[in-house]
């Protein structure tokens, strides 16, 4: 496809059970990106992939958190025993290199009940 | 730690009436410097990127600019449809400090 594409678009899960999100990057793009956007809040950064590099994870906010890209190319970002803080808009980015635009996909709604 | 501040929060104009956006940041070593709009309900749009002071890039009535502490977005006889949230961004350049640090946006409505 021609840009990045996030699916599910829509997660409504109950608390206590894992989801899954997924991020199909655009092809080529070495740099991926996991954000965090809560209800009228700016981007909280999660993770970050480049190549075959060690991913930088300083910003999961706890061990629930996990993320991996397989291949250099889809990512899935993982959240363990869903809490009600953990809604939110869950946003994916790449680009072409580290210090090129990054492309964000149109984002999950994560809503935890 | 990198930081950026973007100032007004919220900014109202007229149709036509020109203004500034501000974006602070402190990063130690700039890579880049970037410009999204985000409408509600979507993804960040890129709109720009800066690489160095006195840099300067123009599409349509917006035009960014550069300084070694701050960037500006101005805008020009906005439109209404040019109402969104502006979000202004850093990367580093060093190793662990690639990531892309976001400032809260400035929400910027246009009224005919």
């Known amino acids: 496809g021609a840009g990045v594409s996030q699916s599910p678009s829509n997660k409504v899960t109950e608390k206590g059970k894992d989801v899954e999100l997924r991020c199909d990057p655009i092809?080529?793009?070495?740099?991926l990106y996991w954000y965090r956007q809560s209800l009228g809040q700016g981007l909280e950064f999660l993770i970050y992939?480049?190549?075959?590099?060690?991913?930088?994870k300083s910003g999961l906010p706890s061990d629930r958190f996990s993320a991996e890209r397989t291949g250099g190319s889809v990512s899935t970002l993982t959240i363990q025993r869903t809490q009600q803080e953990d809604s939110a808009v869950y946003l994916c980015?790449?680009?072409?290199?580290?210090?090129?635009?990054?492309?964000f996909g149109q984002g999950t709604r994560l809503t935890v009940v | 730690e990198d930081q950026v501040t973007q100032s007004p929060e919220a900014l109202r104009l007229q149709e036509g009436e020109s203004s500034s956006l501000n974006c602070s940041y402190t990063?130690?070593?700039?890579?880049?410097l970037f410009w999204y709009r985000q409408d509600p309900g979507k993804g960040p749009e890129f709109l720009f990127t800066l690489y160095s002071a006195g840099e300067e890039k123009e599409k349509e009535r917006l035009k960014a600019t550069l300084t070694k502490k701050e960037s500006f977005l101005h805008i020009t006889a906005p439109k209404p449809e040019d109402s969104a949230t502006y979000l202004c961004?850093?990367?580093?350049?060093?190793?662990?400090?690639?990531?892309?640090?976001f400032g809260q946006g400035t929400r910027l409505t246009i009224n005919p």
């Open positions: 961004a850093v990367q580093g350049a060093y190793q662990g400090a690639q990531k892309l640090v």
């Open positions: 092809s080529g793009h070495t740099a």
């Open positions: 980015a790449s680009s072409r290199s580290p210090n090129t635009e990054a492309f």
């Open positions: 992939f480049q190549g075959n590099s060690a991913p930088d």
């Open positions: 990063v130690s070593g700039l890579r880049g």
